[in-house]
């Protein structure tokens, strides 16, 4: 079997290196059942679908992990927003703790503490 390459697509992303323009990027497959990423014209890779698989998935999971960075310093300045607008005023919770203790004569009795017609009692 004679060597053939097919193209299969060409993109541009964003690279902070080439701020003026994206990163071009070629993809091709062969006869040879391996795969070419072209960057630029400067680097290649060519992997077999092996490697394109552990690829796919490193990609993947990276991904995965900046969702979870961008979730996590979202939650961090909502914590942090949240503290500053309702700061824990810790007085008034031992305000708080300390009237609950406190009860009137009237609050002191349990209503359901001995019944009369308690079903338990018989």
Do not use: C
């Amino acid at each position: 079997m004679s060597y053939e390459k097919f193209h299969v697509a060409d993109i541009s992303i964003d690279d902070e290196q080439r701020s003026d323009r994206g990163r071009g990027i070629s993809v091709y497959v062969d006869t040879h059942a391996m795969v070419n990423i072209e960057f630029d014209h400067d680097m290649t890779i060519r992997t077999d679908e092996q490697g394109l698989e552990a690829l796919r998935h490193l990609l993947s999971d990276a991904s995965v992990r900046l969702d979870q960075v961008r979730h996590d310093y979202i939650a961090n300045k909502m914590y942090e927003l949240t503290q500053e607008m309702n700061p824990v005023d810790y007085e008034a919770i031992k305000r708080v703790k300390a009237d609950e203790s406190a009860r009137s004569d009237q609050h002191g009795e349990d209503p359901y503490e001995n019944l009369p017609n308690d079903p338990t009692e018989w």
